[in-house]
């Protein structure tokens, strides 16, 4: 039985200071329709005891969401390299969602960065994507790339931006990661979630 943990972003609250953890209400819908019988839950930025809270709720999978930009919140950036370094070793399956794919990406030794016009086609925009030799169209919101130079070691590339050939989504062991969010769809799309499914191994 899959049991996923999902992290949030750190945010602060209107007016005065309170850190908070956040989530885009999109999940609870998209969760609903890409693995409707799979156990999830939100995981706050735990840092360094982040690892045992997963284990007292038998956690087995992880997605890494998207949101603020790598760096920005330390407290985030170490709560997910936690996990990524607890998933690699226990072999537990982690995708990644935009901001999800940057952090992997960066924790594999590769290198993220903003390049040239790559916000004029990556943020608040759709574009089209050549994903295993098939085009589609996929949302952008991100001002990051991952540069190619310094793609890791084990990373397979599955999609790149047709318009700069920017990396869209990679594999690994146990990794999924795709530049885009598919949970953000006012439609959402069966290919993307398709693949989804086959990575979790998911079954009705």
């Excluded at 693995?35 to 839950?41: E, G, I, L, V």
């Excluded at 960065?113 to 919101?141: C, E």
């Excluded at 690994?172 to 979630?193: G, M, N, T, V, Y």
Aim: with cysteine.
């Amino acid at each position: 039985m899959l049991n996923i943990g999902i992290t949030m972003r750190v945010t602060n609250a209107e007016n005065y200071f309170e850190l908070r953890d956040s989530i885009a209400k999109d999940w609870f819908s998209y969760m609903s329709f890409v693995m409707p019988n799979t156990n999830w839950m939100l995981l706050p930025n735990l840092e360094n005891k982040i690892v045992e809270y997963t284990k007292k709720w038998k956690l087995n999978g992880f997605i890494f969401s998207g949101g603020e930009n790598l760096r920005v919140s330390s407290c985030r950036d170490n709560t997910e390299l936690e996990l990524f370094n607890y998933a690699q070793k226990e072999k537990f399956p982690i995708l990644g969602i935009c901001r999800g794919f940057q952090a992997i990406y960066s924790f594999m030794g590769g290198e993220i960065n903003q390049q040239g016009n790559f916000l004029n086609t990556h943020r608040a925009t759709k574009h089209k994507i050549s994903y295993d030799n098939n085009i589609k169209i996929v949302n952008s919101f991100h001002n990051n790339m991952a540069m190619v130079d310094s793609i890791p070691k084990n990373v397979k590339v599955r999609a790149v931006c047709i318009e700069d050939n920017s990396i869209e989504a990679f594999t690994s062991e146990k990794i999924l990661a795709f530049q885009w969010h598919p949970e953000r769809e006012k439609k959402f799309q069966e290919w993307d979630a398709k693949i989804i499914r086959d990575f979790f191994r998911y079954e009705e």
